[in-house]
């Protein structure tokens, strides 16, 4: 019996979960949503680090993993390599490219939180898009600034911070109105890659304001690396109906 552990948490992995029979299995670590509609198993929550995840491909019999985590889920995808190296299991992994400035755009790469501070000091009214992480610091927020924070947590904010609990894709025409509401002058960014929230680099663009970037974690490498779901999936496919 080959079995599939497919590490999640991304509309990447739900697209690859998808495709994957009932055998295999959707790994989550457990901050959103989880899917109720998927023939494969689907699991919740940390395997207990590298020593935990290497009992459970031991334990149920993986034959291969498949890291379609967030390109910022650094640990997860760091843990899965050294793993599947202990326990020879082949890795595989979907590593969404990066986005690429283009003409107008006035990004600013910050390497950790104090340099995001510091790249927003300029500016009064800043857009978060980096999930729940700005929720910690509503308390540092300095007078001159009020923060629009877009994550998935329902949160109250506070006198300086107003909470978007929204999930993507976002539009241009639904960033564009967001642009305007909160009167946004600059925006806080992952480097995420995709179609699903690159409308917020496109309206920064057309209004010429500039993007705090946090810079993309290095990750580890794969046997086989996928730009996007589908390439992934279609391997995937040919490698489960192997003879
Ligand atoms: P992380 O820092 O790389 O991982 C922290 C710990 O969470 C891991 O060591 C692991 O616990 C557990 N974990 C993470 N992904 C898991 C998975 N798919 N299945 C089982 N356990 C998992 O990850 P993160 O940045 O907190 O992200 C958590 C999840 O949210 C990821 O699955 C990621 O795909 C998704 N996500 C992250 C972002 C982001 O910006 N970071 C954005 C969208 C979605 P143990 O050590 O106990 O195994």
Same mark, same amino acid.
């Given at each position: 019996m080959t079995r599939v552990l497919l590490l999640g948490g991304t509309g990447d992995a739900l697209a690859i979960a998808r495709a994957l029979p009932a055998a295999h299995v959707y790994s989550l670590a457990g901050l959103g949503r989880v899917p109720g509609d998927l023939a494969c198993a689907v699991r919740v929550g940390g395997f207990g680090g590298i020593d935990g995840l290497v009992r459970y491909l031991c334990d149920e019999h993986i034959a291969l993993v498949v890291d379609a985590t967030h390109p910022y889920a650094a640990q997860m995808s760091r843990h899965a390599s050294d793993a599947c190296a202990r326990a020879d299991v082949p890795l595989w992994a979907v590593r969404r490219p990066a986005w690429q400035p283009q003409a107008g755009d006035d990004w600013r790469e910050a390497l950790d939180w104090r340099d995001i501070v510091e790249r927003i000091a300029p500016f009064e009214r800043p857009l978060f898009?980096? &999930? *729940?992480?700005a929720l910690a610091h509503l308390?540092?927020?300095?007078?001159s600034q009020h923060w629009t924070i877009r994550c998935l947590d329902a949160h109250p904010g506070n006198e300086r911070a107003s909470i978007i609990d929204a999930r993507g894709p976002f539009d241009l025409d639904g960033e564009r109105a967001l642009f305007d509401a909160a009167r946004i002058d600059v925006v806080v960014s992952k480097?995420?890659? &995709? *179609?699903?929230?690159?409308a917020k680099l496109a309206v920064a663009r057309e209004r010429g304001l500039p993007v705090v970037m946090l810079t993309r974690p290095a990750l580890p490498d794969a046997a086989r690396t996928f730009d996007d779901a589908a390439s992934a999936r279609d391997a995937l496919q040919h490698w489960l109906n192997r003879p």
């Amino acid at each position: 019996m080959t079995r599939v552990l497919l590490l999640g948490g991304t509309g990447d992995a739900l697209a690859i979960a998808r495709a994957l029979p009932a055998a295999h299995v959707y790994s989550l670590a457990g901050l959103g949503r989880v899917p109720g509609d998927l023939a494969c198993a689907v699991r919740v929550g940390g395997f207990g680090g590298i020593d935990g995840l290497v009992r459970y491909l031991c334990d149920e019999h993986i034959a291969l993993v498949v890291d379609a985590t967030h390109p910022y889920a650094a640990q997860m995808s760091r843990h899965a390599s050294d793993a599947c190296a202990r326990a020879d299991v082949p890795l595989w992994a979907v590593r969404r490219p990066a986005w690429q400035p283009q003409a107008g755009d006035d990004w600013r790469e910050a390497l950790d939180w104090r340099d995001i501070v510091e790249r927003i000091a300029p500016f009064e009214r800043p857009l978060f898009t980096l &999930g *729940r992480e700005a929720l910690a610091h509503l308390h540092e927020i300095p007078a001159s600034q009020h923060w629009t924070i877009r994550c998935l947590d329902a949160h109250p904010g506070n006198e300086r911070a107003s909470i978007i609990d929204a999930r993507g894709p976002f539009d241009l025409d639904g960033e564009r109105a967001l642009f305007d509401a909160a009167r946004i002058d600059v925006v806080v960014s992952k480097n995420s890659g &995709g *179609r699903a929230t690159e409308a917020k680099l496109a309206v920064a663009r057309e209004r010429g304001l500039p993007v705090v970037m946090l810079t993309r974690p290095a990750l580890p490498d794969a046997a086989r690396t996928f730009d996007d779901a589908a390439s992934a999936r279609d391997a995937l496919q040919h490698w489960l109906n192997r003879p």
